[in-house]
């Protein structure tokens, strides 16, 4: 009850900062808008053999990656704005407080949930006026997947801006870790394209299984074995990153 | 007593270069803090005040030693002592882009207030430090003087017992800074302690009831500032030599000249380029100060008197000056 309480106080503070400036929320869906309508036109070709003849099928294999692309970077880069409070004495102020240190967590993180939740909403109004067609049932549950997967990544930037506190050392760290992710999960193309081998190594990545999962969700194939796998992975991924991260925010700040 | 520490201790991993060194930050500090009283923690920089303010706010574990703070024990039940105590940071507490208002009605919510009440406490604290006019401006476009006052607005808004200010006026103009002394003065009269660091000596001396002196750690010297002050007996004479730049061998022969004299105590090699010496009465001490140096052929620049400042106390007990550390 309490928990509920101070994540609700958390959450409304930073929500309420965000909204003052919506121009962020753009700013966002800026890339992806560009991934869109410049990139996607190019996949009609190439996505050919995996059957994607029109539009309406290239969209559905291309449109989840890159909703799970936005929800990746949107978590990762998340630390930046906590380092920013850090700095600011913000987050000194909360902690002398007797407020949950798990809701200093989960207030930030499920803000920047529900801001992915409203750029993927965008970028999905966009992509249907292009010519995606999806079912809002299996809609949803792909965004329950985006929103896994935010909390997860958002909850390991914040964690680990707890830890190297600066953002020149999270900004190499962050990129490190993102694009091997975003290269071995499939996202701009399937890895069906890809050698064996690749495959291989990326069965490994958590991600790739949310992308397919998500791309079955899209194609209305809610049979296929990838959306709970994939909702399975994200979802225990992100609850062992909330764990981790909220502990950064209990311990000692110097 | 309100706050009462034994033995408190930290040390820190210090991670530069290969070697892990162990940096005794505080080391072994006993306290005690009576209730209602404005209590000074003076030092220089790096004596390990901020470390005991922070253990104290429970926002470090102490690694050994034990305390209560307002009757609750700090190691054991550290959320009980954060409900009864506030702290304000040095450097700051609130975001830019916040108004003040919304800053006092968060903080009183992270308190567990509800929200009608937080927003009353809100309004009170605000025209109690008279913030009325800024209220609904973001917090960046106050003067220091303003978000200071802010601040410790935000430390006291759950009403605690103890609040715990970290050099509450360092970078303040002169104004900003009698302007806060009266705001902490205040904060006594409706009851609360108030425990501060300060690096100001001035600020020690008018403000606070009760001092303690800390270097290097340790607790070094602990009353009020008069009685530290007449814990040296006597007077100081500082004794300005050569033609105004430091000799120091000017200053070597003067001091082994002097240190004979029986009604010299004790004295110290000035950094300005003289010789500061402790002495019973200096009245009495001038003539034959100047008759020494004169006999001696040491040319003299200045001569001065004074009662024991605490940075006299301060040079006694570390044997250097606050200024010069």
């Known amino acids: 009850m309490k928990l509920a309480r101070d994540t609700w106080i958390i959450f409304a503070r930073q929500l309420g900062l965000l909204v003052r400036q919506p121009v962020w929320i753009f700013v966002g869906v800026f890339q992806p808008v560009m991934y869109l309508l410049l990139f996607a036109p190019l996949l009609k070709s190439a996505l050919a053999p995996m059957g994607a003849t029109t539009d309406e099928a290239?969209?559905?294999?291309?449109?989840?990656?890159?909703?799970?692309?936005?929800?990746?970077?949107?978590?990762?880069?998340?630390?930046?704005?906590?380092?920013?409070?850090?700095?600011?004495?913000?987050?000194?102020?909360?902690?002398?407080?007797?407020?949950?240190?798990?809701?200093?967590?989960?207030?930030r993180s499920l803000r920047d949930v529900v801001s992915l939740i409203a750029q993927a909403v965008i970028i999905t109004l966009l992509a249907l006026v292009f010519g995606l067609r999806v079912q809002l049932g299996y809609l949803l549950l792909a965004y329950m997947m985006l929103a896994l997967i935010a909390l997860m990544t958002s909850a390991v930037s914040y964690g680990v801006a707890l830890k190297v506190k600066s953002e020149d050392a999270l900004a190499p760290l962050m990129n490190t870790v993102a694009q091997p992710v975003l290269l071995l999960s499939g996202i701009l193309l399937p890895l069906l394209l890809a050698p064996a081998w690749l495959r291989t190594v990326a069965k490994w990545n958590p991600f790739s299984w949310a992308v397919d999962g998500t791309r079955a969700l899209f194609a209305g194939d809610l049979s296929n074995d990838k959306v709970w796998q994939g909702l399975a992975i994200t979802g225990l991924l992100a609850i062992l990153s909330v764990i981790w991260a909220a502990r950064q925010f209990a311990r000692s700040i110097r | 007593m309100i706050i009462e520490t034994k033995g408190l201790r930290k040390s820190f991993r210090s991670r530069d270069g290969k070697d892990k060194a162990k940096v005794d930050a505080v080391r072994g500090v006993d306290l005690e803090v009576a209730e209602g009283e404005i209590f000074g923690f003076i030092g220089p920089n790096g004596a390990g005040k901020t470390t005991t303010l922070r253990m104290l706010a429970t926002l470090m574990t102490p690694d050994g030693g034990s305390a209560t703070v307002a009757g609750v024990d700090l190691r054991t039940q550290p959320g009980d002592v954060r409900r009864r105590i506030?702290?304000?940071?040095?450097?700051?507490?609130?975001?830019?882009?916040?108004?003040?208002?919304?800053?006092?009605?968060?903080?009183?919510?992270?308190?567990?207030?509800?929200?009608?009440?937080?927003?009353?406490?809100?309004?009170?604290?605000?025209?109690?430090?008279?913030?009325?006019?800024?209220?609904?401006?973001?917090?960046?476009?106050?003067?220091?003087?303003?978000?200071?006052?802010?601040?410790?607005?935000?430390?006291?808004?759950?009403?605690?017992?103890?609040?715990?200010?970290?050099?509450?006026?360092?970078?303040?103009?002169?104004?900003?800074?009698?302007?806060?002394?009266?705001?902490?003065?205040?904060?006594?009269?409706?009851?609360?302690?108030?425990?501060?660091t300060t690096h100001y000596l001035d600020e020690a001396d008018v403000l606070c009831d009760r001092i303690?002196?800390?270097?290097?750690?340790?607790?070094?010297?602990?009353?009020?500032?008069?009685?530290?002050?007449?814990?040296?007996?006597?007077?100081?004479?500082?004794?300005?030599?050569?033609?105004?730049?430091?000799?120091?061998?000017?200053?070597?022969?003067?001091?082994?000249?002097?240190?004979?004299?029986?009604?010299?105590?004790?004295?110290?090699?000035?950094?300005?380029?003289?010789?500061?010496?402790?002495?019973?009465?200096?009245?009495?001490?001038?003539?034959?100060?100047?008759?020494?140096?004169?006999?001696?052929?040491?040319?003299?620049?200045?001569?001065?008197l004074h009662r024991p400042s605490l940075d006299d106390v301060f040079l006694t007990k570390t044997g250097r000056s606050l200024r010069e550390s």
Do not use: N
């Open chain 1, 58 to 107: 290239t969209y559905r294999i291309f449109v989840p990656g890159l909703l799970v692309l936005l929800a990746i970077f949107g978590g990762l880069f998340q630390g930046f704005g906590l380092i920013a409070e850090l700095r600011a004495g913000v987050l000194e102020r909360s902690r002398v407080t007797p407020i949950s240190r798990l809701a200093l967590l989960l207030g």
């Open chain 2, 86 to 196: 506030g702290y304000v940071a040095q450097g700051g507490s609130t975001w830019d882009e916040s108004t003040a208002r919304e800053e006092l009605v968060l903080q009183g919510r992270m308190y567990g207030l509800s929200r009608s009440v937080s927003q009353q406490r809100a309004t009170a604290a605000l025209d109690a430090f008279q913030l009325t006019e800024y209220a609904d401006r973001k917090c960046k476009t106050y003067s220091g003087g303003q978000r200071r006052r802010v601040d410790i607005a935000l430390g006291i808004i759950h009403q605690p017992k103890v609040v715990f200010l970290d050099e509450p006026t360092s970078g303040l103009d002169p104004q900003s800074r009698a302007h806060m002394w009266d705001e902490i003065r205040r904060l006594r009269s409706e009851g609360m302690t108030v425990f501060l």
């Open chain 2, 212 to 304: 303690s002196i800390m270097d290097h750690g340790q607790v070094v010297a602990e009353g009020t500032p008069d009685e530290l002050k007449h814990e040296i007996s006597g007077d100081v004479v500082f004794v300005g030599l050569g033609s105004g730049t430091p000799d120091p061998a000017l200053a070597a022969d003067a001091a082994k000249l002097l240190d004979r004299e029986p009604f010299v105590h004790r004295l110290e090699v000035a950094q300005e380029g003289g010789l500061r010496l402790f002495v019973t009465d200096g009245g009495t001490a001038i003539p034959l100060i100047l008759r020494a140096l004169d006999g001696a052929g040491i040319a003299l620049r200045t001569i001065e």
